[in-house]
């Protein structure tokens, strides 16, 4: 594994002039890699697209569905007795009162679960989330060139430096995952 340092920019311009102050330094090319990191939940980890196998605001979904079946059916066959015997209808009405209730109550449930529980789920997951977008510089380092690159860095108005272990092939960052959590190079010193 080897040792990168990287910050962010906002623009390509910048954190090239931030290259060219690595490259002053005695860095070379072939540590030094500019690539754009893409918003969030715009990674492309799933065939779909997106960052998550699902939405965070539909975890409670089967839950509320399944409590909204039960409640539903019941409700649905109440209604059906009801006009079973106020009608004198045949008993077939009462089942199919019961699973339209189920149906209809499986629908509230579930919308009612996404509504209410999506909000905190989601901003949870935001919570937890990644990086923010921009142009990203790394630099492959060694322990004794690590406080130099993210000095210089830093100098030039790179913000969010991290420290990482990673694959370093052919001048670039080969192993760089968007939506792994960066490690702050000032949270890793403590």
Do not use: C
Request: net charge negative; charged share 20%; proline share 5%.
């Amino acid at each position: 594994m080897s040792l990168i340092v990287a910050a962010r920019f906002t623009t390509f311009p910048a954190a090239e002039a931030a290259a060219e102050r690595l490259f002053s330094k005695g860095f070379v090319e072939e540590d030094v890699s500019l690539f754009f990191v893409n918003p969030r939940g715009q990674h492309a980890r799933y065939p779909i697209g997106g960052d998550a196998n699902k939405d965070a605001s539909s975890t409670d979904a089967p839950k509320g569905a399944g409590m909204g079946v039960t409640i539903g059916a019941v409700i649905g066959a109440v209604v059906g007795v009801g006009i079973f015997t106020a009608f004198a209808a045949p008993l077939l009405v009462s089942v199919i009162a019961a699973g339209v209730g189920a149906y209809v109550g499986s629908l509230i449930g579930a919308m009612s679960r996404t509504r209410g529980g999506g909000k905190h789920a989601h901003a949870e997951h935001v919570h937890h989330e990644t990086r923010d977008s921009g142009v990203l510089l790394a630099a492959h380092v060694t322990p004794e060139t690590q406080p130099l690159a993210a000095q210089t860095l830093s100098d030039a108005g790179g913000t969010d430096i991290e420290r990482a272990s990673g694959r370093w092939q052919h001048g670039r960052w080969a192993d760089f995952d968007p939506t792994r959590a960066p490690a702050r190079l000032d949270e890793s010193r403590a």
